[in-house]
């Protein structure tokens, strides 16, 4: 079965950082761009963060400079560390294989004090 799985989320106070963690079976992981996105209350899905299997990395600007996205091929992993967290990146986020459009159940991330 082909799937992706989050995890990671919790509560975190504003300036805290978490690390989001999204496993990929090895089928998906191979020669795919794996994305992260953000669902705000009330909100759409926005994209936060992808990385491509050649390390391309894209990053929305109300990220840059905070979080990193990286891969560890071994695990099948793509990490999502969050730091400088702000009230405003509370949310799901959500693990993306953009190969078979493959959502996983997303995680919760809340910043407050």
Do not use: H
């Not at 995890?7 to 999204?22: A, E, F, K, M």
């Amino acid at each position: 079965q082909v799937q992706v799985v989050e995890s990671g989320g919790g509560l975190v106070q504003p300036g805290g950082s978490l690390r989001l963690s999204c496993r990929a079976t090895r089928t998906l992981f191979n020669k795919n761009t794996i994305e992260w996105y953000r669902q705000a209350p009330g909100n759409q899905r926005k994209l936060v963060a992808s990385i491509s299997i050649s390390g391309d990395t894209y990053y929305a600007d109300s990220v840059k400079g905070r979080f990193t996205i990286s891969g560890d091929n071994a695990k099948s992993t793509v990490y999502l560390q969050m730091n400088r967290l702000k009230p405003e990146d509370t949310g799901l986020y959500y693990c993306r294989s953009q190969r078979g459009d493959v959502w996983g159940r997303g995680t919760l991330v809340t910043v407050s004090s």
